[in-house]
């Protein structure tokens, strides 16, 4: 069974920069797509970003060009750099795991990011 742990959410100014993690265990790492999401009070949970196992990435256009997905295939890690943080981030970010030819996927329990001034 796969687990992921996310951590490095916090309060953050705007304009502030933060750095996700997500540990991952109990599966193949770099075989696997790797997303974040996140999801804000009332709202529903949204793709942020995803890097594939080739690690070709995509971003939601709402992020793009301040934020950055990369993978550590070695430590079986997943990061998010968010830069240029808005309060619109505000969100708990989630870590998820998916290999669609197997149909499974893990996620993770979430990191809170706040951004206020």
């Known amino acids: 069974q796969g687990q992921l742990v996310e951590s490095g959410g916090s309060m953050v100014r705007p304009g502030g920069s933060l750095r996700l993690s997500c540990a991952a265990s109990?599966?193949?790492?770099?075989?696997?797509?790797m997303s974040w999401y996140r999801q804000a009070p009332g709202k529903e949970r949204e793709l942020v970003a995803t890097?594939?196992?080739?690690?070709?990435?995509n971003y939601a256009d709402s992020v793009k060009g301040r934020f950055t997905i990369s993978r550590d295939n070695t430590k079986n890690q997943l990061f998010l750099q968010m830069d240029s943080l808005e309060s619109e981030d505000t969100a708990i970010y989630y870590c998820n795991a998916r290999r669609t030819s197997i149909r499974t996927e893990y996620w993770g329990q979430g990191t809170q990011v706040t951004v206020s001034s």
């Open positions: 109990g599966f193949t790492f770099s075989l696997w797509r």
């Open positions: 890097i594939s196992s080739g690690e070709s990435t």
